[in-house]
C-alpha cells in the first residue's frame, strides 16, 4: 500500500496537471497563446503514477502531448506557461511552443512532436547511462499511434539487445487524432510487442494511478538491476478532443455515452477514493493543496502574460 507522504506526491502531481489544464483550455480562447495545446485531462494518472518512481537524475522523452510528462517531472510551472505564450523567459525561450517543453534539471529532456520521435531519444540516453556506468533509467512517453512507427520496435530491439534501462511506456487513449485503434492495427495488444524482444510487458488501467505506481516502481527495480528494459501499456483515455480546448464527440470519433463513462473513471477522483479508503489524505488536506495549487497557476498566468517576446534568433 501507498504511504500518506507518497500520496500526498501523487495528489499534488495529478492536481496540478489537471488545474494547469483546465487553466489553459480557459484562456486559450483569449488567442494569446502562441501554439496549438494538446491536452492531457484524463490521462494524468499515467505521468503522475510512472514520475513518483523516477529520481530527478532519470530522464523523461515526451510528445506532443507533454505538459502532463513536464508537470508530473516536476517541471517549472511559470517557465512552461511563459512557453505556451512565446515569451522569452519560457522553458524554451519561446520559441518552441506547447509541443516542446524541456526542464533538463530534473530530468525533462524534451518532447517531440514527431510521432515516436521520444523513443529512440530515450533509449540513447539508456544507452549513456550504461556505458558511462550511471545508475539512472530513461523513460519515453508515447501514444497508441506511435507503435505503428518503425522506430518503435527498433528501439525494443536494441534496447533488449544491450540490456539498456528503459521503462517504454505507452499511453493508449485508443486513438490517434481521428483514427481509432482497430482501423490501424489488428488486435489492441501493445503491452504484448516487446515479447520477441524478451522485454516484459504490462497491461496496466492507466487510470488508477495506484496500479501506475506499482507496476511502475516494478518496472524501474527491473531496469535498474541490469535486466534491462520494460514496456508499459497504460490504457486511459483523452477527455479534450486531438487539438485545442474543446473536446470532440460531435466529430463522431467518440459517442457521447463512452465520453460519460470515461469522464466518471477520472482518474482524480479515483484516486480521491482510494485515499479515503485507505485513510492517506484528508477531503479538507486535498482542498488546501487544490487551493495553492489554483494559486500558483494563476500567478504563473500573470507572470506569463507580463513577460518579454521571444527573441527570434537570425
Ligand atoms: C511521424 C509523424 N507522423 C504523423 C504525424 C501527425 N500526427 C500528429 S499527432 C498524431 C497522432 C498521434 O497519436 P498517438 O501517438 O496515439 O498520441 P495521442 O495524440 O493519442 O496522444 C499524428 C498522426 C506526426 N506528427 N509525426
Given at each position: 500500500m501507498m504511504d500518506p507522504k507518497t500520496a500526498a506526491d501523487?495528489?499534488?502531481?495529478?492536481?496540478i496537471i489537471r488545474l494547469t489544464e483546465e487553466a489553459i483550455a480557459e484562456e486559450y480562447k483569449q488567442q494569446e497563446m502562441k501554439c496549438p495545446v494538446h491536452l492531457s485531462i484524463g490521462q494524468e494518472a499515467v505521468?503522475?503514477?510512472?514520475?513518483?518512481?523516477?529520481?530527478?537524475?532519470?530522464?523523461v522523452f515526451s510528445t506532443h502531448r507533454c505538459h502532463s510528462h513536464y508537470l508530473a517531472k516536476n517541471g517549472d510551472l511559470n517557465r512552461m506557461i511563459a512557453e505556451l505564450y512565446g515569451k522569452k523567459e519560457g522553458c524554451a525561450k519561446g520559441l518552441?511552443?506547447?509541443?516542446?517543453?524541456?526542464?533538463?534539471?530534473?530530468?525533462?529532456?524534451?518532447?517531440?512532436?514527431?510521432v515516436g520521435g521520444s523513443i529512440p531519444l530515450a533509449v540513447g540516453a539508456a544507452l549513456s547511462f550504461k556505458m558511462f556506468n550511471q545508475p539512472h533509467i530513461a523513460v519515453p512517453y508515447f501514444g497508441d499511434g506511435a507503435c505503428e512507427e518503425g522506430v518503435f520496435h527498433e528501439s525494443l530491439n536494441f534496447?533488449?539487445?544491450k540490456k539498456l534501462p528503459v521503462i517504454f511506456v505507452c499511453e493508449n487513449n485508443a486513438v490517434a487524432t481521428s483514427s481509432p485503434l482497430l482501423a490501424r492495427r489488428p488486435a489492441n495488444n501493445i503491452f504484448q510487442h516487446g515479447q520477441v524482444f524478451g522485454i516484459p510487458g504490462y497491461q496496466v488501467d492507466g487510470n488508477?494511478?495506484?496500479?501506475?505506481?506499482?507496476?511502475?516502481k516494478r518496472a524501474r527495480e527491473h531496469a535498474a538491476s541490469g535486466k534491462g528494459p520494460v514496456l508499459i501499456e497504460a490504457r486511459t483515455y483523452r477527455i479534450m478532443g486531438h487539438v485545442g480546448p474543446q473536446q470532440d464527440c460531435s466529430s463522431g470519433l467518440r459517442t457521447q455515452e463512452e465520453w460519460d463513462q470515461w469522464k466518471d473513471?477520472?482518474?482524480?477522483?479515483?484516486f480521491e477514493a482510494y485515499c479515503d479508503e485507505k485513510?492517506?489524505?484528508?477531503?479538507?488536506?486535498?482542498?488546501?493543496?487544490?487551493?495553492?495549487?489554483?494559486?500558483?497557476?494563476q500567478e504563473a498566468f500573470?507572470?506569463?502574460?507580463?513577460?518579454?517576446?521571444?527573441e527570434w534568433i537570425a
Open positions: 501523487a495528489y499534488s502531481r495529478l492536481i505521468a503522475a503514477g510512472v514520475s513518483l518512481c523516477l529520481s530527478d537524475q532519470d530522464v518552441g511552443g506547447s509541443m516542446h517543453l524541456i526542464d533538463e534539471g530534473v530530468g525533462m529532456m524534451g518532447s517531440s512532436a514527431i534496447a533488449a539487445l488508477d494511478l495506484a496500479s501506475v505506481y506499482a507496476t511502475a473513471a477520472c482518474p482524480i477522483k479515483r485513510n492517506l489524505l484528508s477531503e479538507s488536506e486535498r482542498e488546501t493543496m487544490r487551493r495553492s495549487t489554483q494559486l500558483q497557476i500573470e507572470i506569463a502574460k507580463a513577460g518579454a517576446p521571444a
